[in-house]
């Protein structure tokens, strides 16, 4: 048996220690701050630029309006973009749906929501302006 060359030890040792520094911390998740500022409760939506009824929804959560497309479904998401007013998230559900949405911040009562994408093997795109309403009833 040949000892390890000496050379190649000083080389293997700094970048064994590299890939496993890299490898034993797991990755953050992004935290989307923006949508902290959004208030939970009761919101009407309605279609930009539209004086039709609106849509009232309840949201616990403010992350559930990344998906309006795919309400109630799990589905795995990728940050494109993370600013403090904006954000935008690409996500592929189970069974074939996608989609990407963009929702801006315009102040503490009303929201931007852009999506697009493909739900029930059809397109869908829509943009809505979200206003609040108060709390949710019940």
């Not at 093997?121 to 943009?127: E, H, I, K, T, Y």
């Amino acid at each position: 048996m040949t000892a390890f060359p000496l050379r190649l030890k000083w080389i293997a040792l700094p970048l064994g220690a590299l890939v496993f520094a890299s490898v034993s911390s797991p990755a953050q998740a992004p935290e989307l701050a923006m949508l902290n500022k959004v208030q939970p409760g009761l919101w009407n939506l309605k279609e930009r630029g539209s004086s039709d009824a609106t849509d009232k929804v309840c949201v616990r959560d403010p992350r559930k309006l990344l998906q309006l497309g795919h309400r109630d479904i799990q589905c795995s998401r990728f940050v494109v973009s993370d600013e403090p007013n904006e954000v935008t998230v690409t996500y592929r559900c189970p069974g074939g749906g996608s989609g990407r949405t963009t929702i801006k911040y315009e102040g503490r009562g009303l929201i931007q929501i852009d999506s697009q994408g493909i739900a029930h093997n059809s397109p869908f795109a829509f943009a809505k302006e979200a206003r609040y309403a108060g709390t949710c009833g019940g």
